[in-house]
């Protein structure tokens, strides 16, 4: 079955602009998890949904980043003004339940210039 | 809050020889813990987790990681590494079971180079 699906795979923006990265989980998967890799990182949390409702978005790193996922399936992440420091790759991640274990997507790597 | 630690970013063995990765954490709650790899450009696969019961939990390619609370442990190993082993191995904790939800969070990862 299809996994966790991420687009674009590559993304590079000019400093300023505004970028939005799309994430389909699993169907059926209730949970949904954003997080930001910088280069030779982990993954950092930035936030977590639970059908359509965003309940915890202590991650995101400043007012620039937005997240949505407004029929509680596909989610957009969104990064205004675009800086250097944000790029990384971005990961989402869904489950199928509150403790269910989470299936990775691939990935969008943002770089910035 | 909880954190983890991974000692070593980067490891080499040789092919045939044990993998020993180390991982210890800390947590205000019953930990649950993680071990994902990552191959380079995709996201990343879960090897194994422990959540309750038997502390000496089996994964995916023959691996393996023992919970020991009293040393806040949850090193992964391999009896015998294989050339298809290279990648990044990332440990991670969550609050799950405190009953909250399953956010992982991650050390900042082990990169294990297998040399022929």
């Known amino acids: 079955g299809a996994g966790v699906s991420q687009s674009p795979r590559y993304k590079v923006a000019k400093r300023g602009q505004d970028v939005a990265l799309r994430c389909d989980p699993i169907s059926g998967h209730v949970s949904l998890f954003w997080y930001q890799q910088a280069l030779g990182q982990g993954p950092e949390f930035l936030t977590y949904f639970q059908n359509e409702a965003q309940l915890d978005k202590s991650g995101l790193p400043s007012d620039r980043f937005f997240a949505e996922r407004p029929e509680g399936s596909v989610s957009t992440l969104k990064i205004q003004r675009t800086q250097q420091e944000d790029s990384a790759v971005y990961l989402c991640?869904?489950?199928?339940?509150?403790?269910?274990?989470?299936?990775f997507g691939n990935g969008t790597r943002l770089t910035v210039t | 809050a909880q954190s983890v630690t991974q000692l070593g970013s980067h490891v080499s063995v040789s092919e045939g020889a044990l993998v020993l990765l180390r991982c210890n954490y800390s947590?205000?709650?019953?930990?649950?813990l993680f071990w994902y790899v990552q191959y380079p450009n995709q996201g990343l696969q879960l090897l194994l987790k422990?959540?309750?019961?038997?502390?000496l939990v089996k994964g995916i390619n023959g691996f393996e990681a023992e919970f020991k609370k009293s040393e806040t442990s949850f090193h992964l190993t391999k009896p015998s590494a294989h050339m298809s082993d290279a990648a990044e191995y990332f440990c991670?904790?969550?609050?799950?079971?405190?009953?909250?939800?399953?956010?992982?969070?991650f050390g900042t990862g082990t990169l294990l180079a297998v040399q022929p």
């Open positions: 991670a904790v969550s609050d799950l079971g405190g009953g909250a939800t399953n956010k992982l969070i």
């Open positions: 422990y959540t309750t019961g038997a502390t």
């Open positions: 947590s205000s709650v019953p930990p649950y």
């Open positions: 991640a869904s489950s199928l339940h509150r403790d269910s274990p989470l299936h």
